[in-house]
T-cell receptor, first 115, second 114 residues
Framework: EPEVTQTPSHQVTQMGQEVILRCVPISNHLYFYWYRQILGQKVEFLVSFYNNEISEKSEIFDDQFSVERPDGSNFTLKIRSTKLEDSAMYFC?????????????FGPGTRLTVL | AQSVTQLGSHVSVSEGALVLLRCNYSSSVPPYLFWYVQYPNQGLQLLLKYTSAATLVKGINGFEAEFKKSETSFHLTKPSAHMSDAAEYFCAVSDPNTGNQFYFGTGTSLTVIP
């Protein structure tokens, strides 16, 4: 069964550094998402991406965050200048259809630790 | 706005006993509802989903959930727990009218006691 993959599985960085989290979506999916989960808290929506542009974003997704599909396969989340509070598990998800009914398929996550 | 409440961050059951994981939602419109399971060091795997068809939904691994509009609930059940069911379970809701984002509960960690 096709899977969403994410790299790295764990990223440790110093505060103020840039990080790029990578996701390889399921090949025929058109919609891409990033979520995050701070330890002990809810999984929170960050951003959705379709047709090479952001379709929705949450309040969390401020100017420090950006997403792109640089080569038509990988889907990346960049955090420009990491803060301690960015430490969380980041999940990529992909789906085929719009409107919310479609299942979102999640990757295993990248654990980001900001020191 | 959508939201989900999962009562009980930790649930323990004996092997062979009934599993009941609670999920209540808040939505201004009939929502779509999902249960995901997360095994250690793995991604979120879909167990089942409700998208306005039958209110009793059957999923993988013997799990099922019933959508009860009057109670705004979508509780997950399994008649007989297996050791392999030990995992983290997440309930999620989406609004079919406003977009694709999912709103998750805080999760329930299920322990199965042999």
């Amino acid at each position: 069964e096709p899977e969403v993959t994410q790299t790295p599985s764990h990223q440790v960085t110093q505060m103020g550094q840039e990080v790029i989290l990578r996701c390889v979506p399921i090949s025929n999916h058109l919609y891409f998402y990033w979520y995050r989960q701070i330890l002990g808290q809810k999984v929170e929506f960050l951003v959705s991406f379709y047709n090479n542009e952001i379709s929705e974003k949450s309040e969390i997704f401020d100017d420090q965050f950006s997403v792109e599909r640089p080569d038509g396969s990988n889907f990346t989340l960049k955090i420009r200048s990491t803060k301690l509070e960015d430490s969380a598990m980041y999940f990529c998800a992909t789906g085929g259809l719009a409107g919310g009914a479609d299942t979102q398929y999640f990757g295993p996550g990248t654990r980001l630790t900001v020191l | 706005a959508q939201s989900v409440t999962q009562l009980g961050s930790h649930v323990s059951v004996s092997e062979g006993a009934l599993v009941l994981l609670r999920c209540n939602y808040s939505s201004s419109v009939p929502p779509y509802l999902f249960w995901y399971v997360q095994y250690p060091n793995q991604g979120l795997q879909l167990l089942l989903k409700y998208t306005s068809a039958a209110t009793l939904v059957k999923g993988i691994n013997g799990f099922e959930a019933e959508f009860k509009k009057s109670e705004t609930s979508f509780h997950l059940t399994k008649p007989s727990a297996h050791m392999s069911d030990a995992a983290e379970y997440f309930c999620a809701v989406s609004d079919p009218n406003t977009g694709n984002q999912f709103y998750f509960g805080t999760g329930t960690s299920l322990t199965v006691i042999p």
